[in-house]
């Protein structure tokens, strides 16, 4: 499995788990759109870092661009595909749903029949914590019903879950499929929480606070996202995996739905509090009501990560934020 297609190498995700590949001693195809949704710059310099390693090699292409897909999955015939590449962001969605419906459905059925006519040995995709949706029993577990997505983003993403599925059984691809909760750290997206919060309190900008303060989140460290998925390529799932695996598994199909998050609610005002120590500034809070679309909490269960895997995200989001700000002031020369 050390032939790996990478979907998304320019993006946040993408681009560290190439990089992690890499030191390893694996071959990295990486396919990326490099659209403008947020700073191309940022996502070229990505490019760049990875390109300096002679076992990375890349395309610039959409997910909508079957022929291209087909063209360099033919030439570089991966045994593994690792399926990052999305329209990204949840309150995107909101302005802009159809880039999410040719992105994320239509990209990512390409994505599945690449797989299907290269015979990968795994696939694994990125879904999200949004697909918990409106759910309020905590810690989200895989196998709770999850039929309440409240965005269009959100409900791509149980879409391409259920394709998966579909084509695990159909066509015997081991695929699995990991629910993010709320990554962060360095080369983040500047549309994300933490990019957003430290931009502006170092540019004397007001921050905008949902709900009043009152959301939680799981707040989940870059590294330990890449780290559990490389553990997870070397298991691909099997039809008949054991009964220890049926929190998350699928009963009639090579299929598992996994969460990957750090397993602790975080407030997000202890967040915020932690920002402005370290940059030892205040911010200015612009407290506002629920967006639309919005959830005031995710809190992943990954035990069933643990048994998979042996590993549970623990980074401290104290030390993930100083490595953040870390990088941002480095990068854009504070």
Same mark, same amino acid.
């Given at each position: 499995m050390n032939k790996i297609l990478i979907t998304g190498t320019a993006?946040?995700?993408?681009? !560290? #788990?190439?990089?992690?590949?890499?030191? !390893?001693?694996?071959q990295v195809y990486g396919y990326d759109g490099i659209t403008d949704y947020y700073d191309v710059k940022l996502k070229k310099n990505r490019h760049s870092i990875l390109s300096e390693n002679q076992n990375f090699y890349k395309t610039e292409g959409m997910l909508e661009d079957i022929d291209k897909l087909n063209s360099i999955s033919s030439e570089f015939k991966p045994s593994v595909i690792v399926h990052l590449a999305a329209q990204a962001g949840v309150r995107y969605s909101l302005d802009n749903p159809r880039s999410y419906i040719n992105s994320n459905i239509i990209g990512t059925f390409n994505v599945m029949e690449i797989a299907r006519k290269q015979k990968v040995k795994h696939l694994l995709m990125a879904s999200t914590s949004s697909v918990y949706g409106a759910n309020t029993n905590m810690p989200f577990r895989e196998n709770q019903k999850s039929d309440s997505q409240l965005t269009i983003y959100a409900a791509t993403k149980k879409s391409n879950e259920s394709m998966a599925h579909s084509y695990a059984y159909l066509w015997e691809i081991p695929i699995t499929v990991f629910r993010f909760f709320t990554v962060y750290g360095p080369w983040g997206r500047p549309d994300m929480a933490l990019f957003k919060f430290v931009n502006a309190i170092l540019n004397d900008k007001p921050i905008d606070i949902y709900n009043n303060g009152n959301m939680y989140r799981d707040f989940t460290y870059i590294d330990d996202i890449v780290n559990s998925i490389k553990s997870l390529i070397e298991k691909?799932? &099997?039809?008949?995996?054991?009964?220890?695996?049926?929190?998350? !598994?699928?009963?009639?199909?090579?299929?598992r739905?996994?969460?990957?998050?750090? &397993? $602790? $609610?975080?407030?997000?005002?202890?967040?915020?509090?932690?920002?402005?120590?370290?940059? $030892?500034?205040?911010?200015?809070?612009?407290? #506002?009501?629920?967006?639309?679309?919005?959830?005031?909490?995710?809190?992943?269960?990954?035990?069933?990560?643990? $048994?998979?895997?042996?590993?549970?995200? &623990?980074?401290?989001?104290?030390?993930?934020v100083k490595n953040f700000i870390k990088w941002y002031k480095e990068y854009y020369n504070v």
């Open positions: 993006g946040f995700i993408g681009f !560290h #788990l190439a990089k992690l590949l890499l030191k !390893h001693g694996f691909p799932p &099997s039809v008949l995996d054991d009964n220890s695996q049926k929190n998350s !598994h699928s009963a009639v199909a090579p299929f739905l996994i969460n990957i998050g750090n &397993s $602790k $609610k975080i407030k997000l005002l202890d967040f915020i509090d932690e920002i402005e120590i370290i940059l $030892k500034k205040k911010a200015i809070r612009n407290y #506002l009501p629920m967006q639309l679309g919005d959830v005031s909490s995710t809190w992943a269960d990954v035990s069933a990560l643990k $048994k998979l895997i042996n590993f549970t995200p &623990s980074t401290d989001f104290k030390d993930g």
